[in-house]
């Protein structure tokens, strides 16, 4: 009797913990999200705010998906990526640490993967019950930090330019953080890092680890304050 007394004791330590740390993750959720909404509007950089718009279509074309959407980003602060990390914790896939790493991704979308067999089946059957469904897939994604690249020309001007280059802390991020995401969720996790340049050399890390690079250059930006157009005649 007193030994199950005693078990019995532990076990509800161990869930007064996990609600308390579940209600702190919860709670520092809450205050992102309510300051993410107060600064709506200065809320990332220039290079944050387009990629947050533009690689959902870009990770389709590049990544042959379908139906790609935002789970989670940092710049959105998407919510349905959170009760699938709940459900992982819950079921001793997943730490806290784990689900707080996995959210500090700039981006987590959600993607459907044709299965390659059923070109096959197209040419072969002539009915379309012996395809494949589609597979869910998820797509992290990692943006460098932006930094100040100081130039100094022979005249001593000096100018600054805010530069996105993918590094190899990038690369390494994505990756350890994609291998959380797909141990919590038991779904394909693909890492992809996105920016403006990268060297050769992280370029070269990024196979190693078989990364996807996505590259926005900086000229390919679409003015977010065009001219006025010309009045139709």
């Not at 200065?42 to 389709?60: V, W």
């Not at 990692?142 to 001007?157: F, R």
Request: aromatic share 2%.
């Amino acid at each position: 009797m007193t030994t199950r007394n005693t078990r019995n004791t532990l076990l509800a330590r161990q869930q007064i913990q996990q609600n308390t740390r579940r209600i702190a993750r919860q709670t520092t959720r809450i205050n992102a999200l309510l300051n993410a909404q107060s600064n709506t509007q200065t809320n990332g950089s220039r290079f944050e705010r387009e990629a947050h718009h533009r690689l959902p279509r870009l990770i389709r074309r590049q990544l042959n998906l379908r139906e790609t959407r935002h789970l989670w980003s940092q710049l959105r602060r998407e919510p349905e990526l959170t009760p699938i990390l709940d459900q992982a914790i819950d079921e001793e896939r997943c730490s806290f640490a784990d689900a707080d790493a996995i959210e500090g991704a700039n981006q987590v979308l959600s993607a459907l993967k044709d299965d390659p067999d059923n070109r096959t089946a197209n040419r072969t059957a002539s009915r379309t019950d012996s395809q494949r469904p589609p597979a869910t897939v998820y797509v992290l994604v990692e943006l460098p930090k932006a930094t100040n690249q100081i130039t100094t020309q022979i005249t001593t001007q000096i100018t600054t330019q805010i530069t996105t280059q993918i590094e190899a802390k990038d690369i390494h991020r994505a990756v350890h953080r994609s291998r959380l995401l797909e141990q919590a969720t038991r779904t394909t996790a693909i890492p992809l890092v996105a920016g403006e340049s990268i060297s050769d050399l992280d370029r070269a890390v990024a196979q190693q680890y078989g990364i996807q690079v996505i590259l926005l250059a900086p000229d390919q930006h679409h003015d977010e304050y065009p001219p006025e157009p010309e009045p139709l005649p």
